[in-house]
């Protein structure tokens, strides 16, 4: 079995063979080795795009300026994250949902836009089809599937979504107040001790 | 960055300017902080094991040693095979070696010894696993092997004058790590304490090889003689180090990592700063200072080298160590001696002369410069992401900052792109050729970075200087490996070779050499522009002796 190592290098050489620049190669390496670290197809992923771009035209995308984008061609997946990468902090003020119609092999988006997620400190949903993945500031990745995985989707959506929590406020107040009872009650000795004193709030 | 001292007086780091250029980088030498000194100063508390040991009376066979501290190890599992003189290249495409070697995590178990049999010694052609951790392979110097083997069988030590000259037993070659070959990712070992220190797995590699070079010619002159052989004595043993052949492989290293690049760089000089700022100086730490700085001298009579480049440097180095001792001898103590030291060597030595005092300047201060090797590792992937929504003025600003030296250099000119670098087919390697008299230059690889950033300071400057890089890069993806590079040197000054380094007038070894002295090598001998011999390990303790290492065997010698 390949070293993930061996992975991001021969992507991102293999990436530079078909056409890309060194910097967008780079990217793409790290993406593949990416997905294969989290236990998705990434090697299978790009090797079917690769071999599906030779055959079809993708749209050369321009700056994304709305949530909508819409082409007669399908979108490249490694053109669409890349853009939204370098321009997420200004696209995600802007948009809290970006949606792309017809687009290829999706699932390359997942490591660009987990990084995104980070950047711009907010969760990202990605939908297409039935999938759904929620990427966490680039730290983890939930998918509701173990695939297979779409090589073309209609539409797709990207929201940026608020961290809602996925509890009950009181049960959180329960455990604060559990943790209280590991805390220790000041003495009037302990008052005078070391530290900032009641009259010392300024 | 600066360090205060008293007086209100401040030391300035070296500017990025004047030590990034690959003359000077090409000058550095060993010191406290080079990786095989830290390595040992890090393991000398494991306990060193010789787990297996299976060799024939011809010397072939298979070796187990381990490291182990409480319940972790690590071992190397050497393979020694018969190899016909033919046969011996230390080419890296070589396909047969006298011995190849595996760092293992862990005791191997009889099952992996033969797995790994069946691989490691294919080298490129061989697969190993996520539980193997390093690999190598090596040649022996058949002539000092023969002539230890032969002295030893006889009863007798080997001749020290002619081990001199040598230095070493084996020569390794490429020396892999982090992933290649199916070997284990960094990521898997990189939170391990022992493992913090760059390049620590690949010199643990090494600093077996040479016990099983020891080992291999102890057995050989007992099996050729058991009534008379002796053993190899400790103290030559101590003296003899790992040769190695390095190649324009290694180069490219120090350009493709450079947040790696700079963290190196920044602890030299930042050695050097808080050095340069001690007031009060002892007799003793002088002492210390002049002790190697004799020992050093007396070593560099056995540096031996056809190479005229070299030979011009070592002369350099000599001539200027002399006219420095007697400026030192008169020199009385003082307030920031060594500033003043330094101040004076930079004014009144060569390249090679300054950084050569520049390590040795570090020897008395072990608890100041040795905590600063903690600091030389670094997430590269934590730098690798592009602000897009900063303007492109931004660029060009950092460019002017950081990359003055480029701008004025024409690259329409053949003398400034003379060379390109690629990666060959037959040798699996980064190597270098000229543009205009070989095919491949289409496949260049990103290491034109002056041509490239001087590109992207033209297309930068005529861009809107309001756009941000996201909207500069649509239209100019070739160039965003450089913006990537720019925007890394500017929260790491370090992190570029001030150089261009497809200039006719390039000579490679010189970013070889900046490598090795990291290593720890020493006694460069450049066979040609393109490649040299060093050694590693000379002087250092034998496994036995590892405890009681004070540090100080870098300036040992046979003499």
């Given at each position: 079995m390949e070293s993930y190592y061996e992975i991001e290098t021969t992507c991102k050489r293999a990436a530079r063979a078909s056409g890309f620049s060194w910097g967008v190669a780079e990217e793409i390496g790290k993406a593949v080795r990416s997905l294969e670290m989290i236990g998705l197809p990434g090697i299978k992923t790009f090797h079917d795009y690769l071999a599906y771009s030779k055959k079809n035209k993708l749209e050369n995308l321009s700056l994304i300026n709305s949530g909508e984008n819409k082409s007669e061609n399908i979108f490249c997946p490694i053109k669409t994250s890349v853009a939204i990468l370098d321009d997420c902090k200004k696209l995600f003020l802007k948009n809290k949902d970006i949606r792309f119609s017809k687009i290829a092999y999706p699932l390359l988006l997942i490591p660009t836009l987990n990084r995104v997620s980070n950047i711009i400190g907010q969760k990202i949903q990605l939908s297409f089809d039935e999938i759904n993945i929620v990427?966490?500031?680039?730290?983890?990745?939930v998918i509701n599937t173990q695939g297979p995985f779409p090589s073309l989707v209609d539409s797709i959506s990207i929201k940026s979504i608020d961290g809602q929590p996925s509890y009950e406020k009181n049960q959180y107040n329960d455990l604060y107040k559990l943790s209280l009872e590991t805390f220790v009650e000041e003495s009037e000795g302990k008052l005078s001790g070391a530290g900032a004193g009641l009259t010392d709030n300024d | 960055m600066k360090t205060a001292i008293k007086n209100k007086q401040f030391v300035e780091l070296r500017p990025a300017s004047e030590i990034m250029r690959l003359s000077r980088l090409g000058s550095f030498h060993q010191s406290k902080l080079s990786f095989l000194r830290s390595f040992i100063r890090e393991f000398k508390d494991w306990e060193f094991k010789t787990e297996y040991f299976n060799l024939d009376s011809s010397g072939y066979g298979e070796i187990v040693y381990s490291l182990n501290f409480k319940e972790k190890s690590y071992s190397l599992i050497c393979f020694a095979n018969h190899l016909d003189a033919s046969e011996r290249s230390d080419r890296v495409i070589a396909t047969k070696w006298d011995s190849s070697f595996v760092l293992?995590?862990?005791?191997?178990?009889?099952?992996?010894?033969?797995?790994?049999?069946?691989?490691?010694?294919?080298?490129?052609?061989?697969?190993?696993?996520?539980?193997?951790?390093?690999?190598?392979?090596?040649?022996?110097?058949?002539?000092?092997?023969?002539?230890?083997?032969?002295?030893?069988a006889e009863g007798k030590q080997p001749d020290k004058q002619f081990l001199s000259k040598v230095g070493y037993l084996y020569r390794t070659t490429a020396v892999?790590?982090?992933?290649?070959?199916?070997?284990?990712?960094?990521?898997?070992?990189?939170?391990?304490?022992?493992?913090?220190g760059p390049f620590r797995l690949e010199m643990m590699l090494v600093y077996f090889?040479?016990?099983?070079?020891?080992?291999?010619?102890?057995?050989?002159?007992?099996?050729?003689?058991?009534?008379?052989?002796?053993?190899?004595?400790?103290?030559?043993?101590?003296?003899?180090?790992?040769?190695n052949s390095t190649g324009l492989g290694m180069a490219p290293f120090i350009v493709n990592h450079p947040t790696l690049l700079h963290?190196?760089?920044?602890?030299?000089?930042?050695?050097?700063?808080?050095?340069?700022?001690?007031?009060?100086?002892?007799?003793?730490?002088?002492?210390?200072?002049?002790?190697y700085l004799d020992q050093s001298m007396n070593n560099m009579e056995t540096w031996v080298t056809d190479s005229e480049f070299q030979t011009k440097k070592n002369n350099s180095l000599k001539k200027d160590l002399k006219n420095f001792k007697a400026y030192f001898n008169d020199l009385t103590v003082r307030d920031f001696f060594w500033n003043e030291v330094y101040l004076w060597v930079s004014d009144n030595m060569e390249d090679e002369g300054i950084e050569f005092i520049v390590s040795l300047m570090m020897e008395p201060y072990g608890e100041l410069v040795e905590p600063l090797c903690h600091d030389m590792s670094i997430d590269e992937d934590q730098y690798f992401t592009i602000e897009g929504s900063r303007p492109t003025k931004d660029i060009k600003k950092i460019i002017e900052n950081y990359y003055q030296w480029l701008i004025p250099v024409n690259f329409e000119e053949k003398e400034n792109i003379t060379n390109f670098w690629y990666y060959s087919k037959n040798?699996?390697?980064?190597?270098?050729?000229?543009?205009?008299?070989?095919?491949?230059?289409?496949?260049?690889?990103?290491?034109?970075?002056?041509?490239?950033?001087?590109?992207l300071y033209l297309e930068i400057s005529k861009f809107q200087s309001n756009a941000t890089i996201a909207e500069f890069l649509l239209s100019n993806q070739e160039l965003r490996y450089v913006v990537r590079r720019v925007l890394i040197c500017e929260k790491f000054p370090y992190s570029e070779i001030q150089d261009n380094t497809t200039a006719d007038t390039i000579i490679p070894i010189d970013m070889l050499r900046l490598k090795l002295s990291y290593f720890g090598a020493v006694r460069f001998d450049p066979r040609s522009d393109l490649w040299l011999r060093i050694t590693m390990y000379q002087g250092a303790p034998l496994p036995h002796e590892m405890k009681f290492s004070d540090d100080s065997w870098a300036y040992r010698s046979l003499n």
């Open positions: 990427l966490n500031y680039n730290q983890s990745v | 293992f995590d862990g005791i191997p178990k009889q099952e992996d010894i033969q797995r790994l049999k069946n691989n490691v010694p294919l080298q490129e052609q061989g697969r190993t696993t996520y539980k193997e951790l390093a690999l190598s392979r090596a040649n022996k110097s058949v002539r000092t092997f023969e002539h230890v083997v032969n002295s030893l892999y790590g982090s992933g290649k070959f199916g070997l284990a990712d960094r990521f898997r070992v990189s939170d391990r304490p022992e493992l913090k090889v040479r016990k099983f070079t020891i080992d291999q010619v102890n057995h050989t002159a007992k099996a050729k003689n058991p009534s008379t052989a002796v053993q190899l004595d400790d103290d030559i043993a101590r003296n003899l180090g790992i040769g963290q190196w760089i920044s602890a030299r000089e930042r050695a050097l700063q808080i050095i340069r700022s001690i007031h009060k100086v002892s007799n003793e730490d002088i002492g210390v200072f002049q002790k040798k699996q390697e980064p190597r270098l050729s000229n543009r205009f008299e070989e095919d491949g230059s289409e496949n260049e690889l990103p290491l034109a970075i002056a041509r490239d950033i001087k590109k």
